[in-house]
């Protein structure tokens, strides 16, 4: 399956969630410590194993950590920024009218976005400030901030079932779930004992959340009884960098990790672990799954590439 050379190093890819051939990757000079960023808009070949183009690349002055697709205009982007702004970008204007905004409150990098797939008109933005931003697209300024984290927050990500419930997960070894009618976090989950770098809800059952941490596990949970996780995913060598349900298969989960892997689980299963890609040659920081092509993947890292394959296939194969 084909890939792409980026000039700096990965840090996200997304697949659109209005076309299948399209998809979007954050990177970072000099391994997002100082330097440029790119944001890259990528379309795969009809044909298979045709080449990858680039349909519009975008420069900022501090290094793209992360992206997030409008889920109502298919020419919108979200980028979290290393000087703590948050871009949006549209694919539809020329490159010169882009970014069409950029919203600075965050105090430190921005790690994460994630757009409302229920609402489909906020997004929410996390940060190495502690903190959780929740924005609207009508608003120059953010709707509100939720401080309870005491250390970075990595992610923070929509339930996709409830429109004000999302979760995150921090360097201080807890997830919290939170409701945006509510006045503080709702639940905290201390998921692990060393920093959690990812969290994902489960997109068919909207109590049960996948958690990775630093500690190389995975653990699945369920909200309503915490104490112990449901699953716990053990196979990486270094941290784990994200996890992501898959938006096809109920138990289905895939990650990746410093020890430069990409790898498949089905936490239902006994043997676990279902397949382990190993294509990077430098850590692996970015994976996502399409939601509109079944067993399509994505992933990028600081190897300054871009994959993109079926299940089942070697990432690496022409």
């Known amino acids: 399956m084909p890939f792409f050379k980026t000039p700096f190093n990965g840090y996200s890819v997304k ?13 970072a000079q000099n391994f997002g410590i100082l330097g440029n960023g790119r944001l890259h808009v990528l379309d795969l070949s009809p044909s298979p194993g045709g080449p990858i183009t680039e349909l519009a690349g975008y420069d900022t002055a501090d290094g793209v950590y992360d992206i997030a697709w409008s889920e109502s205009h298919d020419s919108l982007l979200v980028a979290a920024i290393a000087d703590g702004s948050v ?37 929410i933005t996390s940060s190495w400030d502690d903190t959780i931003k929740l924005w609207t697209l009508d608003r120059p300024t953010s709707v509100r901030t939720f401080k309870e984290h005491a250390y970075c927050v990595y992610a923070a990500v929509w339930n996709p079932r409830h429109g004000d419930v999302f979760a995150s997960a921090s360097g201080d070894c807890t997830v919290r779930i939170w409701d945006v009618r509510e006045p503080g976090s709702t639940m905290i989950l201390p998921a692990h004992e060393f920093e959690i770098l990812s969290c994902d809800w489960n ?46 298969r109920q138990s289905l989960i895939v990650s990746c990790s410093y020890d430069m892997s990409v790898c498949l689980w089905d936490y239902m299963v006994e043997d676990a672990l279902v397949g382990r890609y190993d294509h990077h040659t430098e ?10 092509v079944d067993g399509l993947f994505a992933s990028t890292g600081w190897d300054e590439l871009v994959y993109v394959w079926q299940h089942g296939t070697d990432p690496r194969a022409p």
Request: hydrophobic residues 35%; proline residues 7%.
């Open 283 to 292: 850590f692996a920081v970015g994976v996502d799954m399409s939601v509109l």
């Open 15 to 27: 697949f659109s969630p209005f076309y299948e051939n399209r998809l979007a990757v954050a990177t």
């Open 87 to 123: 871009k949006l970008y549209d694919l539809a204007l020329p490159p010169t009218s882009n970014p069409i905004r950029s919203l600075k409150e965050h105090t430190r990098e921005v790690q994460s976005a994630d757009y409302n797939p229920i609402r489909r008109d906020s997004f």
């Open 203 to 248: 997109k068919y059952d909207d109590c049960c959340i996948v958690t990775g941490s630093v500690d190389k596990s995975i653990k699945v949970w369920d909200v309503r009884s915490f104490r112990t996780p449901v699953s716990v995913l053990n196979g990486h060598e270094y941290a784990v960098r994200k996890v992501k349900f898959s938006p096809h």
